[in-house]
């Protein structure tokens, strides 16, 4: 079994069946986010959506998804993988937390053992896409020292054509 990364104050757990429910629950609390970052709701397939979604060139076997734990209570999801954009890169497709559990350092805890764990599996860098216009997301990524590299513009379900900043920080 691969190790998770472990946060200091949250557990990340791989994602099993029985997280489905909770997780579902957890987007649709995340309404703002997907709003902010889609221009839609989220659906009601959101966990299958997450299964399914894999970078550009990605390999699924590359693919880590854990729930984020509090103690007892599922806070969050984080969807990694390795091999994108570039080979060896280790990716963070998305990092989620409960609106109730963000501004608290978190996230940053939670990024700083997703830095150790791909470090700990040889990735030169660690990178995430986070949409150009979305403030509170750049000024969060930024402040943990990553970089804008270049952007992409993709089509978005509410937006249309959407440029997003590709990110990344050297782990060397």
């Known amino acids: 079994m691969i190790e998770p990364p472990a946060p200091q ?21 995340c309404r703002e986010f997907y709003r902010e970052t889609t ?12 299964l ?29 993988t390795f091999g994108h954009p570039e080979q060896g ?15 608290q350092g978190l996230g940053s805890d939670i990024v700083r053992a997703l830095m150790d764990y791909a470090r700990r ?10 949409k150009a216009d979305y403030r509170a997301a750049q000024v969060f990524w930024r402040g943990l020292g990553f970089a804008p590299v270049t952007q992409q513009r993709m089509d978005l379900p509410g937006f249309g054509p959407t440029l997003f900043d590709v990110m990344m920080l050297p782990l060397g």
């Open 52 to 80: 399914a979604d894999v970078p550009p060139h990605g390999d699924r076997r590359q693919k880590r998804l854990w729930v984020i734990f509090h103690q007892a209570i599922l806070i969050g999801i984080a969807d990694c």
């Open 89 to 103: 890169d280790f990716w963070i497709g998305l990092l989620l937390l409960h609106p109730d559990w963000r501004g």
């Open 9 to 29: 104050r949250t557990r990340l757990v791989p994602l099993a069946e029985t997280h489905a429910p909770p997780l579902q629950s957890l987007c649709e609390a």
């Open 121 to 130: 599996n040889d990735a030169p860098r660690i990178g995430i896409g986070v």
């Open 39 to 50: 221009g839609v709701p989220p659906g009601p397939s959101e966990i299958e959506n997450l």
